[in-house]
């Protein structure tokens, strides 16, 4: 738990959340790879059952989710483009949250979306029985609870980071999709994110985008194309990109938004299994 670049919170604070669902398959059959829109197919149909109001509120008009969801990670490696499973076979997914009142429903003790996860749940042809314990340290790279204003203090003048796309990552074009992680693209999805959800007195400034483009370049990758959902073509793997002639504060500012692309993601289609990101390292001056 201490090698988390961000603080566990030691009060309820207004908390981001991210959390692992974990899964034990219970039936023998075969699911193709993008299992990222049955996660989100599960996510919306259990709100429905839960409190139709929230469901319907989750659907944002301006394309920003207020939450990302993984696709089903720990599965055996696809043969012939088939995945095969037998029963007793364990999985998971991941749910985090970029608004308080969001993670605040996800906890709920009555009624929220995971104490009424149900005993049972079908992905496909699958079923599954699920469980979910809070924070434990077997999860601790992907579960965690932090705030904005923690996120904000936590921010330091690095250098360099090291991140990891641990799902195919792909941005919006006009007419395209781009497939590789320019830092540009990275800090105009996050940036768009953090201005959108975390409080207005901790709003940055656009000319980040600029000093993305124009101060940042990547010195080391490990990336691969992949299939996405929705037959979008994505990149995964891991980069690392290096700050070049940028004062302290912007690299204080950037390195902020390093952090926060483990809850929001990076690029698109991020509530349907797209753009998971994790920061694996970063390096101060």
Not at 110 to 128: S, V
Not at 240 to 254: D, G, K, M, S, W
Request: aromatic residues 12%; glycine residues 6%.
């Amino acid at each position: 738990m201490k090698d988390h670049p961000l603080p566990f919170p030691e009060k309820q604070e207004s908390l981001l959340a991210s959390v692992v669902i974990h899964l034990e398959s219970l039936n023998a059959g075969s699911l193709l790879p993008e299992t990222g829109r049955k996660v989100h197919g599960f996510w919306h149909e259990h709100w429905k059952r839960i409190c139709p109001p929230a469901a319907e509120s989750l659907h944002p008009n301006n394309g920003k989710a207020e939450f990302t969801l993984s696709p089903i990670f720990g599965l055996p490696q696809p043969e012939n483009d088939v995945i095969r499973l037998s029963p007793g076979m364990p999985a998971w997914f991941r749910v985090t949250t970029l608004r308080p009142t969001l993670t605040e429903a996800l906890f709920n003790e009555h009624n929220g979306w995971l104490i009424t996860l149900p005993a049972e749940l079908d992905f496909g042809p699958i079923r599954w029985k699920p469980s979910f314990q809070p924070f434990s340290k077997i999860d601790a790279a992907w579960s965690w609870l932090c705030s904005y204003e923690a996120m904000r203090r936590a921010a330091q003048p690095s250098v360099s980071w090291k991140i990891s796309l641990s799902t195919p990552t792909s941005f919006s074009g006009r007419y395209v999709d781009f497939t590789f992680p320019l830092p540009e693209l990275l800090v105009k999805s996050w940036l768009e994110r953090w201005n959108h959800f975390a409080p207005p007195a901790l709003g940055l400034p656009e000319e980040l985008i600029d000093a993305a483009r124009e101060h940042l370049r990547v010195t080391e990758y490990h990336l691969s194309t992949c299939p996405g959902e929705r037959q979008t073509i994505g990149c995964r793997g891991s980069l690392v990109i290096q700050a070049y002639h940028l004062p302290p504060e912007a690299r204080t500012q950037l390195d902020l938004l390093f952090l926060y692309a483990y809850y929001c993601g990076s690029g698109h289609r991020t509530a349907q299994g797209m753009g998971q990101t994790r920061l694996l390292r970063r390096w101060s001056g």
